[in-house]
């Protein structure tokens, strides 16, 4: 499944006792002094509250961050941001935050499993139908899905860390030969994978996909015969 959530995030902070914030908004600013830092409010006063420190310092943000932002309150979903020497955004989020996630991601996992046999019979009919629809192209990634267990993709980290999930990848990622499909790419934290299958079916789906003008891998025709993208969103609502 997708990796965005399907609830409600201010609802899912309140669950778990939390505030659901925004590092738009005003917060703590950390400052260099010396060969440590300070850190000062919105009104840029220092902050010498101890539990404050004891907080920021459990955070364990990294020295070589920049732009350090830190929420005012302990009970934020979102704890601090910072930008990595690369100049990426890099989040500390509240414990409980966390566990939440986790659970509903669990949650959902539970949630698809139980549509399995559903979403199976849609796949199937899907996967048969003439052409290069949109259906059978999110069939396919849902299939894929399914038996390799690579991850969707977000297209923000394919532009800011080449870093590709299966709605993410580029033609150069992927090899065909016969019935063999062979995927090469680097995923979530630089790992590198992988991964083939032997499936004929979606052996000469993936082929014909990769074969349209574009280099995103998996592309449909529309109505109007032009080739697009699909996205974690269609695949999204196709789960659904």
Not at 230 to 238: F, G, K, L, Q, R
Request: positive net charge; proline residues 5%.
């Amino acid at each position: 499944m997708t990796e965005q959530a399907l609830i409600d995030p201010q609802e899912l902070a309140k669950e778990a006792g939390l505030r659901y914030v925004s590092d738009a908004k005003p917060g703590l600013r950390r400052e260099q002094r010396g060969e440590s830092f300070v850190y000062r409010d919105a009104k840029g006063a220092e902050v010498t509250d101890e539990k404050t420190l004891e907080r920021i310092r459990r955070l364990a943000i990294p020295p070589a961050y920049t732009d350090v932002w830190i929420c005012p309150s302990p009970h934020g979903h979102l704890q601090a941001t910072g930008r990595d020497a690369r100049g990426r955004k890099q989040y500390r989020y509240h414990p409980r935050w966390a566990e939440a996630r986790g659970e509903t991601k669990f949650e959902r996992m539970q949630a698809f499993g139980a549509a399995l046999p559903r979403i199976r019979e849609q796949v199937e009919r899907d996967l048969a139908l003439p052409g290069l629809p949109r259906e059978k192209v999110l069939a396919t990634v849902v299939r894929l899905l399914e038996t390799t267990l690579i991850r969707v993709g977000n297209d923000e980290y394919a532009k800011t860390n080449k870093s590709y999930g299966l709605t993410t990848l580029r033609d150069k990622h992927v090899t065909v030969a016969g019935t063999e499909v062979s995927f090469s790419f680097t995923g979530k934290s630089g790992v590198k994978h992988e991964i083939s299958l032997r499936d004929r079916k979606l052996a000469q789906i993936v082929k014909r996909s990769r074969d349209l003008p574009g280099y995103e891998l998996f592309q449909y025709i529309d109505e109007n015969s032009q080739p697009c993208d699909v996205t974690s969103d269609d695949v999204n609502a196709y789960l659904r």
